[in-house]
């Protein structure tokens, strides 16, 4: 059973720094694609960094600031998150998509205030 689990969420302070992990268990760490997410209340989930068929998009928001990578070693996805804003206060989902569905984790909750 494929299974994604978030962390690295926290609170940190208007121009810091935050790394997400998501570990991937279960399926060999194999998927077409790879993306993190996030949302907050009364506002649809929105897609921040998505990596498929070789290329990596982002939301204009976060572009410069975040950067989307993997570590197949150690089967997981980050999120390197840098020069935060208040406005970048959500909880953030990890994705996969392999050639049959969409896998989600958890969510880890990301608060930047001073």
């Known amino acids: 059973q494929v299974q994604l689990v978030e962390s690295g969420g926290g609170l940190v302070q208007p121009g810091g720094s935050l790394r997400l992990s998501c570990a991937v268990s279960?399926?060999?760490?194999?998927?077409?694609?790879m993306g993190w997410y996030r949302q907050t209340p009364g506002k649809q989930r929105e897609a921040v960094a998505v990596?498929?068929?070789?290329?990596?998009n982002y939301a204009s928001s976060v572009k410069g600031r975040f950067t989307i990578s993997r570590d197949n070693a150690k089967n997981t996805v980050y999120l390197q998150m840098n020069s935060l804003k208040p406005e970048d206060t959500a909880v953030y989902y990890c994705m996969i998509n392999t050639w049959s569905r969409e896998y989600w984790g958890q969510g880890t909750q990301v608060t930047v205030s001073s």
């Open positions: 279960g399926n060999g760490f194999s998927f077409k694609a």
């Open positions: 990596t498929s068929g070789g290329s990596t």
